[in-house]
């Protein structure tokens, strides 16, 4: 959770900061602002993000391996109720 709102804020503050310097640009240019925005946004996050990535990287291998070992085997089970 802290990664994604860590990457949204740096793309809000992206935004916020070529608004500020195409000023009556920005009008006309938003789209150009954004797309700008958006590459800067994923700059910074790989550059600076890569632990908090990994943490959640971590957390979702751990989430998918709990997954697959706690499934309940249901050939098994219809077998059983006979």
């Known amino acids: 959770m802290i990664y994604s709102v860590a990457r949204i804020a740096v793309f809000a503050a992206a935004c916020v900061v070529l608004w500020m310097l195409l000023g009556p640009l920005w009008d006309s240019l938003w789209w ?5 925005a958006a ?39 219809a077998e059983d109720i006979d």
Do not use: E, H, M
């Not at 550059?47 to 971590?58: I, S």
């Open 32 to 36: 150009l602002g954004v797309i700008c």
């Open 39 to 77: 590459i800067i946004a994923f700059c910074i996050s790989y550059l600076f993000f890569g632990r908090l990535k990994a943490q959640v990287v971590a957390d979702l291998a751990a989430r998918a391996a709990g997954r697959v070992k706690t499934a309940p085997d249901i050939d098994a089970q």
